[in-house]
């Protein structure tokens, strides 16, 4: 599996890095939250170590990116010095899986996280069937009539909204903060150009039961194909 590390602490990102990838796990370490964040367009991750004091930011900033950008799915474990019950609270109740306190101890640690790794295989969700539309998000990969779309990282996100938002108008301004966070060069012609894309690859003009409308002066919004 793929971890990220997001700690500040260069002797404390070492020590994680070396527990992590002694059970066979890859491992990439970010200092900072930014960092991460960037990251996060172009590649992906299994599993996520967070700090909450970062030099950037706080670690509730990260998490709250990864949880819209990339869901629920994804186990986030902070490790962190903050001791009191207040904090540790305030870390689950945002959506943290667990939390851990410095110093790390190494089989605490990983009892931790298999546990949650153990979770995660048993709520494994089953793919989303729309029409001829397959979408497989743990494994992230689309089908349409049985063939898999090669699609992009942000086409695949881009899809995934479609579809859990079928029949609601989706405003451009909405779709770019959930796809592109934070992204300062995407404008509404960047949600524009892969929209047209995904119609074209996913058949959302009808051809696989599903049409993607644009909605004047508003945004997009996913139908099925009416029956009548």
């Given at each position: 599996?793929?971890?990220a590390v997001i700690e500040d602490s260069r002797s404390q990102a070492e020590v994680l890095k070396a527990i992590i990838k002694s059970e066979g796990h890859q491992v990439e370490v970010f200092s900072d939250g930014r960092s991460c964040i960037e990251a996060l367009k172009t590649q992906s991750f299994d599993f996520f170590v967070l700090d909450w004091i970062l030099p950037d930011m706080g670690g509730d900033e990260v998490l709250?990116?990864?949880?819209?950008?990339?869901g629920w799915d994804v186990p986030v474990?902070?490790?962190t010095s903050r001791t009191s019950e207040e904090d540790a609270a305030d870390m689950l109740r945002?959506?943290?899986d667990d939390y851990m306190m410095k110093p790390i101890r190494y089989m605490e640690f990983m009892a931790r996280v298999q546990s949650l790794l153990r979770r995660r295989q048993c709520i494994s969700p089953t793919p989303m069937r729309y029409g001829a539309i397959e979408i497989d998000t743990e494994g992230r990969r689309i089908r349409m009539t049985g063939k898999e779309v090669d699609l992009t990282q942000r086409e695949f996100?881009?899809?995934v909204v479609f579809i859990k938002n079928i029949g609601r108008v989706l405003p451009r301004e909405e779709l770019m903060l959930r796809i592109w966070a934070r992204d300062a060069e995407v404008d509404t012609r960047t949600v524009d150009t892969h929209a047209s894309?995904?119609?074209k690859k996913l058949g959302l003009n009808g051809e696989s039961g599903m049409v993607l409308t644009s909605v004047y002066g508003q945004g997009y919004r996913l139908d099925p194909v009416s029956q009548d």
């Open positions: 599996m793929n971890f709250k990116h990864i949880r819209e950008t990339i474990i902070f490790c945002l959506g943290a996100d881009l899809a894309r995904l119609r």
